[in-house]
């Protein structure tokens, strides 16, 4: 099955929020069972609850659109995309230190940059990413 990357919040799926946790887990699991009280564990953490409550944010704000499109204003729905992006670029933040790890997945664990096709062209330059994974 062929994994579309993700370029737009509009592209950000559970799937790609699920493959970045699924990615992440067992290299703070390692870091906290061996080193426990250690500030390394203590990081890995912060690192896991951050990480974990931008994922749990997402799916909320996927479901969200998902279950009233009919309902939602545009401002709305471009509120919800904002979100989805800054979460997802949060988690994508988290994972770029293990980039070069044998599993991560360069292109779809990177930071987008706008909300959708459209916004890009009516907006170019907005919602740049500084760092790239």
Not at 3 to 31: G, K, M
Not at 54 to 62: C, E, K, S, V
């Amino acid at each position: 099955m062929s994994v579309i990357q993700p370029r737009y919040a509009t592209d950000i799926t559970v799937a790609d929020v699920n493959a970045a946790i699924l990615f992440l887990h067992p290299w703070l699991e390692s870091e906290l069972d061996t080193r426990n009280g250690t500030p390394g564990a203590r990081f890995a953490d912060a690192l896991d609850v951050l990480v974990h409550d931008a994922a749990t944010r997402i799916r909320l704000q996927l479901d969200h659109v998902a279950s009233r499109p009919d309902v939602l204003s545009e401002a709305d729905r471009l509120n919800h995309l904002t979100a989805v992006r800054d979460d997802w670029n949060l988690i994508a933040a988290a994972l770029r230190p293990w980039r070069h790890v044998p599993g991560f997945d360069r292109a779809r664990f990177r930071p987008v940059r706008h909300l959708s096709a459209a916004h890009e062209v009516e907006d170019p330059g907005r919602g740049a990413v500084n760092r790239t994974a």
